[in-house]
Nanobody
């Protein structure tokens, strides 16, 4: 089973950029659909972006469309989230997740493997 470890979080100013990465330790990364979710303080976990196993089918929540880009490198077993034009409301713990069906579901219940999360803080 895959194990996921996120990195790249930190502090950014509004309008700035951060790049998150999620490294998978197993040997079946290319079979999984992958996603990013986030949980802001005092709020429910929410879907951010997802990508199917082939890397061409992506999905974004409306609030990040045009600002965030999800991508994957199946050779190096890595999932990425490029975040531009950051806003204070993007502040959250970001989690990567894997779904064995290989699809790009926007629903957390579909994902059976989760990383530990990485903190993103955006100052105004």
């Amino acid at each position: 089973q895959e194990q996921l470890v996120e990195s790249g979080g930190g502090l950014a100013q509004a309008g700035g950029s951060l790049r998150l990465s999620c490294a998978a330790s197993g040997h079946t990364f290319g079979m999984y659909g992958m996603a990013w979710f986030r949980r802001a303080p005092g709020k429910e976990r929410e879907f951010v972006a997802s990508i199917a196993r082939g890397g061409t089918d992506t999905r974004y929540t409306n609030s990040v469309k045009g600002r965030f880009t999800i991508s994957r490198d199946n050779t190096h077993q890595t999932l990425n989230l490029e975040m531009n034009s950051l806003k204070p409301e993007d502040t959250a713990v970001y989690y990567c997740a894997a779904d064995e069906t290989g699809r790009n579901w926007p629903f957390a219940v579909q994902y059976g493997i989760w990383g530990q999360g990485t903190q993103v803080s955006v100052s105004s």
